[in-house]
C-alpha cells in the first residue's frame, strides 16, 4: 500500500454537499446499479452519517457515494463512485449513486464533463475519500471494541478482528467515525488488490434509462414552471431591429413576449461565453406546443449587424477586445479561402532543422491538401435549463459540461455572489463540446428574472443547430521532401482555418524528423466556433495519418511499419524539445492492433484495410479498418481498436466509449457537414444534416486495450479521430481512390 497525507482539517472535509430546500421536482431514481434488484430488496437506513462530502453510511452498512462530474453518456456516475467504492472496501451491490451539484469548494476546480480529465483529475482526490472514510471506520471500531487498529481488517463492508472473532458491518460504527478527526495519514490499495476497480460494473442510471425514468434537463418540471424559447436572428451576421409582440400576445397560453440581451457591454464575456445573437426575443407561455406556436406566429425584422467589438476572456482569464467581422458568409467563399490563403501571413508554429534546404536539394515532394467542413454538434438532447431567479438566490438546474463557468457568468450578469447560486446538474443527452459553452444558462436566467417565476428553457431542434458554436472549416496541406535513395528527409505543414487552425504542432510526426516545419493561419468570422470532440485533433488525425499512408506508398513500405519506424525514431533519437507523445506507447497500440488484427496476412475475399494512429488527450489509439466497396459505397466489416488509456476503470464502460467514438468518427468523415448561404445555415434539422445510419456503421468494433499501471488518461475523445483516417486509407486499397475532403461521400459520389 502507498500512503498519503491529507492535508484537511475536518470542518473542510465534511463539507456539506446537500442542497437547500425551496428546490425542483426532478423524481429521480438513485437506486439504480449493477443489481437492481437485489439491491431494493435492502431497506434504505432511518439515518445517514456523513464521513466527508463524497460519502454516507447507513446503520445498515449501505453507502450513498456522490458522482461529482457531469454526466455526459462518459458513464462517470458509475466509474468516479467506484474509485471510492474499492478504497473503502465495500461490497458494489451495497452502493448507492448520487450526481453530485456544483461544489467547487468540495470537488475542486475540475467539476466539468470536458477534456476527456474526470477520471485522470479524480483518480487519487476520489481513492483519498473513500482510504479516509475506511479509516474513520477502522478507528471507530478499535475504540468500540478496545483493540488496536492495527489488529483489524476490512472487506466488503465488514470490519473483523480476527484474535477476538468480532465482525460487523460498517453501518455500526458510521455515527461514531462521523465525529472523528480526519487521520492525518491513509493508505491507499496496490494495483493487484483492486477488487472493484478494473472489473465492469453496469451503468448506474441504466434502469432508469432503459424504463423511461426523469434523469435529463428536459425531464426538470417544478409546480408553477412556464416555458421559454427564443427566438434569434436566422443568418450570421443579422441582429434584431424590431418584433412586434401583438402579434401573439393574445395567443392561448402566451405569457409574455421581451427581448434580453445575453452579456452586457461593460462585461467582459468569459471563455465559455460564446455566442454570435447576444441580443434576441423570447417568449415565455404555459406549455411548449403553446409557446411553439407562437415563435412561428412572431413577427419580426432583421438587420445586417454593424461594427462591433466584444471583451472575451480566454481560458486564462484575461479579457481583451475582440472585433467581429460584419457581412454575411458563404460557404462557396470559405471554400475559396480554405484553398487560396497566399496573401494570408503565416506564423511559425514549429521548426526543427533546416526544412528549406531538405525541400530545395529534394529528388521528390509529395504534397496533398486536405479540408473538412463545419460542423454542428448535434447532441440528441437540444440546449435547455431550469431556472428560478429571485432577489436574493437562483436555483439552476440542468445539462451543461462547465457548471462551475456557468455559474460565474450567471453571477456577473445578474450581480449576485455565487454563494447565492446553486447549480444543480442533470444527465445530459449529449455534448460533445456543444454544453461546454452554458450561454443558455445565462439566458434561462435572465428569462426566470424577467417574469419572475420558475421557467425552462427550451431550443428546438431548428434552435439547437442554427445557434453557432460549431466545429470550425479546417484545412491542412502536409509536403514531405523525398532525397535521390528514396529517403524520407522533410515534411512541412501549414494548418488554418475558419476561424481557427487545427494545428498540433507538437505532435507526432513532429519529433520523427530531423527537417521539420509547422506553420499557420486563420481567417476571422463571425459564425461562432467551439471545442468538438477532441477539438482539432478530430481533423488533424485524419489529414496527417492519410497523408502518412499515401507517403508510405510513395516510399514503397508497409504504412503501418513505415509509423513504427518513425516511432523507433522518436523514441531513440527524439528531435526538439517538445514533443507532446511518448512514442513508447504510440508504438504499443500500432503494435497491439497488429497483432489482434494480424496485420500483413492475405485480404480476406475482397475486403481491404486501412490502418492508422493517433494521440490526444494522454491517450493512444490504433485502428485498423476492413471495408469492401459496393459501386462508390463503402461498406465497413470490422474495426479493430487498439486503445492505451493507463488503467481501465471500467472495462465495460471504456469499451462504449470506443465503440462509440469508433461509430462517431466514421460518421464525422462520411457524412457530416454544416453550410451557408448568406450567413443563414443551410442545415436546420435531421432531414437536412447527414447523419451516419445503422446500416453504414462497422458490423463489428473489437477493442482491446495496453495492459497499464499508470494513473487513468482519456477516454472519451481519443477512439474519434484515428478511426477517419484509417477508414479513408482502407477506402483507398478497396478502390483505388484517394480522399481528401471531408465528408467523404461527396468525393465517392462525384
Known sequence: ???????????????????????????????????????????????????????????????????????????????????????????????????????????????????????????????????????????????????????????????????????????????????????????????????????????????????????????????????????????????????????????????????INTFNDEDARGWSDITAFNEQVVIVGESTWQVMKAKKALKVEWQNMPKTTIKQAGWGGNATDVAVPTGLENTVDHNKKLNDYSGLPLQTARKDGNPEKAFKEAAKVLERTYTAPFRAHNTMEPMNFFADVTEDRAILSGPVQTPEAAEGSVATRLKMPREKIEVHLSRMGGGFGRRLYGTFVVEAALISQHVKAPIKLVYTREDDMTYGTYRPAYTLKYRAAIDKNNNLTAIHVIGGGIPESPLHENRFPAGALDNYLAEKWVIPSNITIGAYRAPRSNFNASAEQSFLDELAETLGKDPLEFRLELLKRAQDNPVGERNDYDAKRYAGVLELVKKNANWGAEDKKDLKRGVAAYYCHQSYVANVVDVRMDGSKPLIDEVFAAVDCGIVVNPDAATNLAEGGTVDGIGTAMYGELSFVDGMPQQDNFDKYRQIRHHEAPKKVSVDFVKSDIAPTGMGEPPYPPVQAALANAIYSASGKRLYHQPFINELNS
Not at 500512503?3 to 421536482?25: A, P, Q
Not at 479524480?122 to 477502522?138: E, F, N
Not at 483493540?147 to 477476538?164: C, F, R
Request: hydrophobic share 40%.
Open 1 to 259: 500500500m502507498s500512503t498519503f497525507k491529507t492535508k484537511t482539517s475536518r470542518r473542510e472535509f465534511i463539507r456539506n454537499v446537500s442542497l437547500g430546500s425551496g428546490g425542483i421536482i426532478l423524481s429521480f431514481n438513485w437506486l439504480a446499479s449493477c443489481n437492481s434488484t437485489e439491491r431494493e430488496l435492502m431497506a434504505l437506513p432511518n439515518n445517514w452519517y456523513e464521513l466527508n462530502g463524497y460519502l454516507k453510511i447507513g446503520e445498515n452498512g449501505l453507502a450513498t457515494i456522490m458522482s461529482p462530474n457531469p454526466e455526459i453518456g462518459q458513464n462517470v456516475k458509475t466509474s468516479m463512485p467506484m474509485l471510492v467504492a474499492e478504497e473503502l472496501d465495500i461490497d458494489w451491490k451495497n452502493v448507492l449513486v448520487e450526481q453530485a451539484p456544483l461544489n467547487v469548494g468540495l470537488f475542486g476546480n475540475w467539476q466539468i464533463a470536458g477534456g476527456s480529465r474526470s477520471i485522470g483529475n479524480s483518480w487519487v482526490p476520489l481513492r483519498q475519500a473513500g482510504a479516509t472514510a475506511r479509516k474513520m471506520l477502522l478507528m471507530a471500531a478499535a475504540s468500540s471494541w478496545s483493540v488496536p487498529i492495527e489488529e483489524l481488517t476490512t472487506s466488503n463492508g465488514i470490519i473483523t478482528h480476527k484474535a477476538s472473532g468480532k465482525s460487523d458491518h460498517y453501518g455500526v460504527f458510521a455515527e461514531q467515525a462521523s465525529t472523528l478527526e480526519v487521520p492525518e495519514e491513509v493508505e491507499l490499495k496496490e494495483l493487484a488488490d483492486y477488487k472493484i476497480i478494473g472489473h465492469s460494473k453496469k451503468n448506474v442510471d441504466g434502469k432508469n434509462i432503459v424504463t423511461g425514468k426523469p434523469l435529463f434537463g428536459l425531464d426538470t418540471y417544478k409546480e408553477g414552471m412556464l416555458t421559454a424559447m427564443i427566438v434569434h436572428p436566422p443568418a450570421f451576421g443579422k441582429v434584431l431591429k424590431s418584433f412586434d409582440a401583438s402579434s401573439v400576445i393574445n395567443m392561448p397560453g402566451i405569457k409574455d413576449v421581451f427581448t
